[in-house]
């Protein structure tokens, strides 16, 4: 069986969130968030539609060679900064930027003799206490940073929300507070906001926002949309529909005999399955768009293959495009179904996948 599940990734949507958060980001610089392979979507293709951002942010710098090798000469930032010394030669080779959360890494820092400047964003923990230095600390750390020959003494200040997403959770606001009266007498640029800071907290735009999610049409906020604030899915996942059976009442249908027919009642085979990235933990009564209209599905998930209630899409026929998730039918509504989170069903699409673009 030849596969046939596609992600096709729209350009335009992409570009389309950019502006949207150019315009909500009240003269911030904007900086994209470009790790796991641009949240699933494609690292060189996402960079080129985001090419007007004022910096991309990488997780790794293999990533950064990438978009280098790619041609591009936006600022890059590697938000876990450098692992080993050998590490500083190979940002400054790439031209990149480093955040430094550690006192390891002022160590390494500390230890270069003669090396041209680099880059830094100093990052301050504010209650996410996952990286980041003492907050208490940021005027030392920076004077230290700004002393030392090897450092440009342009160093960003940045943190970390934890809950931002929890539009009436008070913790960012203290976390906001907390920046605020540890940098207050800091010269620099500020860096504080992620896709939901940009969205629930506009005393926290700074000089940087720094976006993730939103870019790709994603939700930042429990039982929302990217839609529902105005931004566009950039990945539709689909595949084909491959065969139709009438099963009996009362028949079981998948691995473990999950579901039992109510009716009669024609079922669906389409060719997607947990080894194309569509989550296992979906369970019967996940919505799915065959041919434009709405079935679900029944039974478990399979390696390559989900089975399809089409008692609501009579019209199916073999050959119908199937719709897992796309701008039609959100993926934040899969992601809810399957417990889990629609990041981690784009960034977890595989490579037999096809992957195929839409728009300019």
Known sequence: MARSAVATIHLDALRANLARIRA?????????????????HGLERCARAFAGADAFGVASIADGLRLRAAGHRNRIVVLSGPDAPSDLAEMRRLD?????????????LAAENGAPRLRVWLKLDTGMHRLGFPAERAAGLHARLRSMPSVDPDVVLMTHFAASDEFGNDFTARQIALFENATRDIAGERALSNSAGVLGWPDARGDWVRVGG????????????????????????????????????????????TYECVED??????????????????????????????????????????TLDLRSAPSASIGD??????????????????????YELTCGVTRRVLFAEDGR
């Open 214 to 257: 939103l870019l790709y049409g994603l939700s930042v906020a429990e039982g929302r949309t990217g839609a529902d604030f105005g931004f566009k899915a950039a990945m539709t996942l689909s595949t084909r529909l491959i065969a139709i059976s009438a099963v009996k009442r009362g028949e079981r249908i998948g691995y473990g005999s």
């Open 265 to 306: 009642m024609p079922v669906g085979v389409a060719a997607i399955g947990y080894g194309d990235g569509y989550p296992r933990s979906a369970p019967s009564g996940t919505p799915v768009l065959v041919g434009g209209a709405q079935a679900t599905i029944v039974g478990r998930v399979s390696m390559d293959l989900v």
């Open 96 to 108: 990149l930027e480093a955040v430094i959360h550690h006192d390891s890494q002022l160590d390494m």
């Open 24 to 40: 909500l980001a009240g003269g911030a610089k904007v900086m994209a968030v470009v790790k796991a392979d641009a949240y699933g």
């Open 321 to 342: 495009t199937v719709t897992l998730w796309g701008q039609e039918l959100p993926v934040e509504t899969v992601a809810q179904r399957a417990g889990t989170i629609s």
